[in-house]
């Protein structure tokens, strides 16, 4: 009887065993995957991106009027409906001469479409009206709001983002918190909003819920002594966050307008290396925008 009793246990062990297996066989073939490489390249890169390649822009996008920049970012343009980050060190203010003219083009609108406004939740200064108008950016269309605290701020760049009247929204968020950026990024997204965000360069290295990161690094005269100096009308730029693969250049972009460029040029020693430099900087289609006395007078010279 004993003799049967193991028999029995016996193959009940087996039994089990053999069945463990089979099933351990089935999940592994289920979990093994089959997709070639041919079938992952044809899905729609708008939805599934590699990381080794620069993503197709996921919705609408503006363009930037930076060539150099827009050329590294997807779908060429700033991404609509996604938070834009952009660090700068204390005293640097590039957020004008990189947004410009994506903002004028935003004035200028389609026809038959009414024109928005323009939203600025806590800038540091005041801007300078009769300068945004000479580069086509109407002063009437910005809204600016005194916001102090940092609470104040995140309540009205929400706000702004909610109003259907708003093109896009520039806040200066230096003390936000990543759970607070994550809920503007949401806002941005449902309402479809340009969001940019201004905030200290020392936050490079914090986690950010930001679709695209920029940095603005330090221009001619901010590094050490020893490094090259930059001409005094380019700025460069470090893209810290896109969905592609990293950069390692920056890219450049002029800090002055064509005008300024230009008079700044003359202001220059007439042999030296800083003016061949300044005139290298003014753009070759300076001659169309000639209308003012001081765009004359900076050909002259």
């Not at 069945?19 to 089935?26: P, S």
């Not at 005293?91 to 410009?100: I, M, S």
Request: glycine share 6%; hydrophobic share 45%.
């Amino acid at each position: 009887m004993w003799r049967n009793v193991r028999v029995f246990i016996y193959c009940c062990f087996v039994q089990y065993f053999d069945a463990n297996e089979q099933t351990c066989a089935m999940s592994s073939a289920a979990l093994t995957p089959t997709a070639s490489p041919e079938s992952l390249a044809s899905l729609d890169t708008g939805v599934v991106w590699r990381a080794a390649s620069l993503a197709q822009a996921f919705g609408a996008v503006h363009d930037t009027g930076h060539s150099q920049l827009s050329a590294q970012l997807p779908g060429g343009g700033w991404p609509v409906g996604a938070l834009i980050e952009i660090l700068q060190e204390p005293g640097q203010h590039l957020e004008w001469q990189l947004l410009v003219p994506t903002l004028a083009a935003l004035q200028l609108g389609k026809p038959g479409v009414v024109k928005r406004a323009l939203v600025l939740v806590g800038p540091p200064h005041t801007p300078f009206g009769p300068g945004l108008a000479g580069r086509g950016l109407r002063p009437q269309a910005l809204l600016c709001v005194q916001a102090q605290s940092p609470l104040e701020r995140l309540w009205a760049t929400e706000q702004a983002l909610h109003c259907a009247d708003v093109a896009a929204v520039l806040a200066w968020l230096p003390q936000a918190r990543s759970d607070q950026l994550r809920r503007l990024q949401m806002a941005a997204a449902q309402h479809q909003r340009l969001l940019f965000v201004m905030r200290p360069a020392h936050l490079h290295a914090q986690a950010t819920p930001a679709v695209l990161r920029l940095q603005v690094l330090q221009g001619a005269g901010d590094g050490p002594p020893q490094a090259k100096p930059m001409p005094l009308c380019q700025r460069e730029l470090k893209l810290l966050k896109r969905r592609g693969p990293p950069l390692t250049q920056a890219v450049q972009i002029p800090s002055a307008p064509a005008r300024l460029t230009a008079l700044l040029a003359c202001a220059q020693p007439a042999m030296g290396a800083a003016r061949r430099d300044a005139l290298a900087c003014v753009p070759r289609e300076f001659h169309r925008l000639m209308g003012h006395a001081l765009d004359r007078a900076a050909v002259r010279c």
